[in-house]
Structures are given as C-alpha cells and as structure tokens.
C-alpha cells in the first residue's frame, strides 16, 4: 500500500527526527524543504525544481528541492528555508510548521564535498499554492508520493569520473532523473513512510 491520508503523513512524519550534526567553521549550512500538497484523499504530490542553468553552480541544471544557503541576517537555519522558498518560488511556508527535519547531508557535487551542511524540512500543505518561480528555477516538478513509494520509477545513473563509471541510484520519471543529494533526502523520507507500514 502505498497511499496515506493527510493525517497518516502528519502522524508519521511529526515522530521521525533525522540525525543531525554540527560541524566547525569553515563549514557552513543551507536548508532546502520537502513540500508535500493533498493529491486526493490519500495520496500526496511532492514539490522538486529544476534548477536553471549557471556556470558557477555545481548543481546547475540538477532537480532538487527548493532552499538555499543560510544568510548572516537569518535568525534561524528555519528561517533561512522560509526566505529561500519565498524567493525562488514566492511561497510563503512561515504559516506551516515543518513536520519534521531530515538528516543533515554534508554537500557533494561532482568537484567533491563541499563545505556546507544541509538541513532538509519536510512540510506539507492544506492547498494547492499560487507559485512564481523566479530565475534561479527553470522548471517546478509536482510528483506522486506513491508513485514513488512503489519504486517503479527507481534506477540507476552511470556517470564517468576520472576515468572510472560509477552508477548512482536515482528516480527517472520521463524527461527528469532525480540523483545525489535530493536522492539521499528523498530515499529517508522514502523508508521513513515505508517502515510505518510495518508498524
């Protein structure tokens, strides 16, 4: 089964806690959300972005979830995913407590690991929102939760590095893969809903 009511989510999700850490400087720390929209009773849509092309972006092009590095003026790493959202996307979380927050993943792209750790808040909301990608968003992605509960769209990207084919598990879902760091988030909510099934 792969369906949840709305209630079912909020249960669940309100009693995971993600592993968290903290880490010295020079590292520093970005948020993204996970945003959830009601897909029929029992069902959910989660919100990806493709992010627009930028050559000093190491994750240009790359779908993710919306978020952004942590300001010196924010007052909170919570803080910082509401102006991050409001900004790329003009939606306004601040009225949606996270449900939860999933664990902190230090940064990687294809140059390797960064100095950055980030902080994923899962969310869900009572509507369909009113969105106004602004430039740094080519493209926003509502998918199924069930969808990808069921693993039909699980695969594997092969990408050379330095002479070696490494395959990294991902979602494909027509034209999109979703790869790396957004995989890593979503594969934790992922098993999280999987293993209140079992419960």
Known sequence: MNRFTQEQ?????????????DLPPPFRWAAVAIILRPRGRRDADILFIKRAQHPDDPWS????????RKDDAD?????TVIRECQEELNL???TYPPLTQLSDLQASSRK???AMVIRPFVFLLDRDPALNPNEEVDEVVWLPLSMLL????????SLERHGHVFDFPCIRHGDYVIWGLTYQMLHELLECLKESRKE
């Open 75 to 79: 007052p909170s790493i919570l803080a």
């Open 92 to 94: 306004d979380l601040s």
């Open 61 to 68: 092009g790359h779908m993710a979830f919306p978020g952004g």
């Open 112 to 114: 390797g690991f960064h």
């Open 9 to 21: 989510l909020r249960g669940r999700l309100r009693s995971y806690r993600g592993r968290h850490t």
């Open 150 to 157: 069921s693993g039909a769209a699980h695969g594997v990207r």
